[in-house]
């Protein structure tokens, strides 16, 4: 299928809410039903960054999908723009779609994942568990830095599509054969409407603040060759670990840092069991 009509089709079995953002409102899609499961997405995306796992995990949960303030389909959070601030704007949100005694599973993705904890600190007993996946926000960097390719001033669609395929190569999908017409074509729409600058903002040091402060249980969902932590996932663990004694961490094999993507069965199992292991 086509990969505009293959998300469209998804899209189209989401019921759509609407919670105030800034001065507008940010969107939000939900599937399934029963317990609620929030998932956050990275930075630069969208609800799109799920699209391989919705329908599967709402077959389970009520699965409730923002496009995050700034990004997607979501207006910009009113200034300053801080991890905290957006934080507010979606842990409102999220508490006007829970039903009165409902508590959250929250599953944040890379940029995400900072602002996921920080939601959960701020939604206090409300959030259950807090699943971090390739999350930024934890102060930890790597030796090199992950330069990225220009995309925004080339000539034409065509040099400007090469350039997202070959910075979801760089990022996101360790295996370059595993990107696909609809992973670049997502990667596509979702750079071209960012507005808010969330790369940077991923690197505010806040979950370690956050995490002792929460109440949600916390679990680490990594993928094994995820270049964000390449030769850190070991502390990344133990920073976890200390932050939180008994929290768990995964690794699965082979995938990149779009791990919920690159490798979405196996990443919906794992999220699915750990889930059950918190009931």
Known sequence: MDPAALAADIESRAEIRRTPCGTGSMVWRIWGRGAPLALLHGGYGSWTHWIRN???LGRHYRVLVPD????????MPPEPDHPEKIAE??????????EAGETADIAGFSFGGLIGGLVAEQIATRARTLVLAGSGGLGIRRGAPIELV??????????RRAAHLENLAILMIADRANIDDLAVYLQVRNATRARLRSRLLSRVPALPTAIPRMSAKLHGLWGERDITAQGVLDRIRQLLQSLQPGA???????????VQYEAAEEFCVALLALLRSRA
């Open 54 to 56: 919705v329908e599967r």
């Open 150 to 159: 220009t995309w925004r001033d080339l000539p034409d669609e065509t040099a």
């Open 89 to 98: 704007v979606v842990a409102s949100g999220l508490l006007s779609l829970l």
């Open 248 to 258: 768990g961490f995964t690794v699965i094999p082979r995938a990149g840092h779009w």
């Open 68 to 75: 995050l303030p700034g990004l997607g389909d979501s207006d």
